[in-house]
């Protein structure tokens, strides 16, 4: 990373764009409204609808089929098979590895917000971080934020912000730029049944961190606001939910009210950047995480696309996204773009705004992989209909929570998309999922994709985005082509032992926090 000289910072920051990132979490490409047809009643998103007629709509924005790999690959510009495929614990620790022997994003990768700073950006993370806790290298403020107020792991309580035991006891997980964020966190008599007067809903803390920043501006800021919603435990203050008492569906009526209030949220914030007068200088970019939650006990809704999250179908890795914003040039306002572009494609397109090399020195002096990130700002903002990004390697992993070693389950190459695996979620969501007579396990509803082309899987996912046409036994040239690759690219996986749980995490969580979750190595 190489940062301008400082005499030429202040010159330049008045052209500079104030950068406001909103990663939505677990939201269904049927539950935006844009997605949606006119006068549809259940999903209700008009700000957001509002932001993607003003602005560009992307139609072909990918992801990491799950939580924590997106997250660390939008904070450190890489593909998740070159940073992290795995949901583990925030105690995970190798102690013989101390630098990428974590959960989440090895230390000595540069994280996005430092990329920001040395560029003159203030910088703010506020919501979910959830790419790593075990030192204070892992934290939003390590990776170079000013501030934050955030929780660590994969969700928390809405209500009382709290998550997993140590030795019996409950321990919150709210924390505060450096320190556990005391006195912000809802007593234990908080709950979804339960709002008392006294009680805040967590993302109402978080959003009005985001406005205080907007009010306050001291120069061009990069705020990153990672909503919990829609994420379980679903939760939301009864007012949200009585607006759709007309859905019979429980966790249908609570999804679409969370859905409803992040809404409102976003609307508020960029209200307030017009009456501060930001607006015409500030570029929002929105996206979900990965696809829509399918599996029982949720109700997130991919509709058309097959699958969902913790699945590499379009379902579970195409999402919902767009920027706007004052500062997109008006040729660009109003379009809707389906080329590739990828969630760790935003590092180098906002080092490139920050006037910062995007190239990651410390972390090839460390060994590590560098940035796999590509600069999509001329592609977004010019007449170029042509996406610098033609390829997508889909990473997988033969487990989730416990470690497991990094491979390949796909790879998208132009318009085509193969798949190697037993890939779930093999089955198509209807209009209105769930609904009272879905009994459908979409975990258990699984695809074989062989290693043959006779026994593989191939898609053109551009006339066929619903992945119904399976072209690998017609087109077996083209699926090997796409499979040689594959197996070329397996050889530069990221795969460290990030070892197993550390109980320091709990000492460290009832003894120094006196009840919350912090570093702990």
Same mark, same amino acid.
Not at 85 to 96: F, K, M, S, T
């Given at each position: 990373?190489? %940062?301008?000289?400082?005499?030429?910072?202040a010159?330049?920051?008045?052209v500079?764009?104030?950068?406001l990132?909103?990663?939505?979490?677990?939201?269904?490409?049927?539950?935006?409204?844009?997605?949606?047809?006119?006068?549809?009643?259940?999903?209700?998103?008009?700000?957001?609808?509002?932001?993607?007629?003003?602005?560009?709509?992307l139609?072909?924005?990918?992801?990491?089929?799950?939580?924590? !790999?997106?997250?660390?690959?939008?904070?450190?510009?890489?593909?998740?098979?070159?940073?992290?495929?795995?949901?583990?614990?925030?105690?995970?620790r190798?102690?013989?590895?101390?630098?990428?022997?974590?959960?989440?994003i090895?230390?000595?990768?540069?994280?996005?917000?430092?990329?920001?700073?040395?560029?003159?950006?203030?910088?703010?993370?506020?919501?979910?971080?959830?790419?790593?806790?075990?030192?204070?290298?892992?934290? !939003?403020?390590g990776?170079?934020y000013?501030?934050?107020? /955030?929780?660590?792991?994969?969700?928390?309580?809405?209500?009382?912000?709290?998550?997993?035991e140590?030795?019996?006891?409950?321990?919150?997980d709210?924390?505060?730029?450096?320190?556990?964020?005391?006195?912000?966190?809802n007593?234990?008599?908080?709950?979804?049944?339960?709002? /008392?007067?006294?009680?805040?809903?967590?993302?109402?803390?978080?959003?009005?961190?985001?406005?205080?920043?907007?009010?306050?501006p001291?120069?061009?800021?990069?705020?990153?606001?990672?909503?919990?919603?829609?994420?379980?435990?679903?939760?939301?203050?009864?007012?949200?939910?009585?607006?759709?008492?007309?859905?019979?569906?429980?966790?249908?009526r609570?999804?679409?009210?969370?859905t409803?209030?992040?809404?409102?949220?976003i609307?508020?914030v960029?209200?307030?950047?017009?009456?501060?007068?930001?607006?015409?200088?500030?570029?929002?970019?929105?996206?979900?995480?990965?696809?829509? %939650?399918?599996?029982?006990?949720?109700?997130?809704?991919?509709?058309p696309?097959?699958?969902?999250?913790?699945?590499?179908?379009?379902?579970?890795?195409?999402?919902?996204?767009?920027?706007?914003?004052?500062?997109?040039?008006?040729? %660009?306002?109003?379009t809707?773009?389906?080329?590739?572009?990828?969630?760790w494609?935003?590092?180098?397109?906002?080092?490139?705004?920050?006037?910062?090399?995007?190239?990651?020195?410390?972390?090839?002096k460390?060994g590590?992989?560098?940035?796999?990130?590509?600069?999509?700002?001329?592609?977004?903002?010019?007449?170029?209909?042509?996406?610098?990004?033609?390829?997508?390697?889909?990473?997988?992993?033969?487990?989730?929570?416990?470690?497991? !070693?990094?491979?390949?389950?796909?790879?998208?190459?132009?318009?085509?998309?193969?798949?190697?695996?037993?890939?779930?979620?093999?089955?198509?969501?209807?209009?209105l999922?769930?609904?009272?007579?879905?009994?459908?396990?979409?975990?258990?509803?699984?695809?074989?994709?062989?290693?043959?082309a006779?026994?593989?899987?191939?898609?053109?996912?551009?006339?066929?985005?619903?992945?119904?046409?399976?072209?690998?036994?017609?087109?077996?040239?083209?699926?090997?082509?796409?499979?040689?690759?594959?197996?070329?690219?397996?050889?530069?996986?990221?795969?460290?032992?990030?070892?197993?749980?550390?109980?320091?995490?709990?000492?460290?969580?009832?003894?120094?926090?006196?009840?919350?979750?912090? !570093?702990?190595?």
């Amino acid at each position: 990373m190489l %940062a301008l000289p400082t005499v030429l910072l202040a010159a330049l920051a008045a052209v500079r764009p104030n950068i406001l990132y909103i990663l939505l979490d677990d939201y269904g490409w049927a539950d935006a409204g844009w997605h949606r047809p006119q006068g549809y009643t259940d999903v209700q998103t008009p700000h957001m609808n509002k932001l993607v007629k003003e602005g560009i709509e992307l139609d072909r924005h990918y992801t990491y089929k799950f939580c924590s !790999p997106t997250r660390c690959a939008v904070q450190s510009g890489r593909n998740p098979v070159h940073v992290n495929v795995l949901n583990l614990g925030v105690d995970y620790r190798n102690p013989n590895d101390t630098i990428s022997g974590y959960t989440g994003i090895p230390r000595n990768m540069t994280g996005l917000a430092e990329v920001m700073k040395s560029g003159g950006y203030s910088t703010h993370m506020y919501g979910k971080w959830d790419a790593g806790m075990a030192t204070v290298e892992h934290t !939003p403020q390590g990776r170079g934020y000013d501030d934050s107020l /955030h929780y660590f792991h994969h969700m928390n309580d809405y209500w009382n912000m709290t998550i997993g035991e140590c030795n019996g006891t409950g321990v919150v997980d709210l924390w505060e730029t450096n320190m556990p964020a005391r006195g912000l966190n809802n007593t234990d008599d908080c709950s979804q049944q339960a709002q /008392h007067r006294h009680c805040v809903y967590e993302e109402e803390l978080f959003t009005n961190r985001v406005l205080n920043v907007i009010n306050n501006p001291a120069r061009p800021f990069f705020v990153f606001w990672s909503a919990h919603i829609v994420h379980n435990p679903y939760a939301v203050p009864q007012s949200y939910l009585d607006r759709f008492s007309f859905i019979s569906d429980p966790l249908r009526r609570i999804y679409h009210a969370m859905t409803y209030y992040i809404d409102e949220a976003i609307g508020n914030v960029t209200d307030s950047l017009k009456q501060n007068g930001l607006w015409d200088s500030t570029v929002v970019i929105v996206h979900t995480d990965n696809g829509g %939650a399918l599996y029982p006990g949720d109700a997130g809704n991919n509709y058309p696309l097959k699958g969902g999250k913790m699945s590499n179908w379009e379902g579970g890795i195409r999402t919902n996204a767009f920027i706007s914003g004052g500062h997109l040039p008006p040729k %660009a306002k109003g379009t809707r773009l389906e080329g590739l572009i990828t969630a760790w494609d935003w590092y180098a397109t906002l080092a490139n705004l920050a006037g910062v090399d995007p190239r990651d020195e410390k972390a090839e002096k460390a060994g590590l992989p560098p940035i796999d990130s590509i600069d999509m700002w001329d592609y977004l903002t010019t007449t170029s209909v042509v996406s610098p990004r033609d390829e997508i390697l889909l990473g997988s992993s033969d487990t989730i929570l416990v470690p497991s !070693p990094t491979k390949l389950g796909g790879l998208i190459k132009g318009r085509y998309k193969i798949l190697i695996g037993s890939v779930s979620q093999a089955g198509w969501p209807g209009p209105l999922y769930p609904n009272a007579t879905t009994t459908w396990n979409s975990s258990q509803a699984v695809q074989e994709c062989g290693d043959t082309a006779s026994t593989g899987c191939l898609y053109d996912i551009f006339s066929d985005p619903t992945e119904h046409i399976n072209l690998a036994p017609t087109h077996p040239e083209v699926w090997k082509q796409l499979k040689d690759r594959m197996d070329l690219q397996s050889k530069g996986l990221f795969s460290p032992d990030r070892g197993s749980p550390d109980p320091t995490a709990c000492e460290a969580a009832l003894g120094v926090y006196q009840g919350f979750w912090g !570093p702990f190595a």
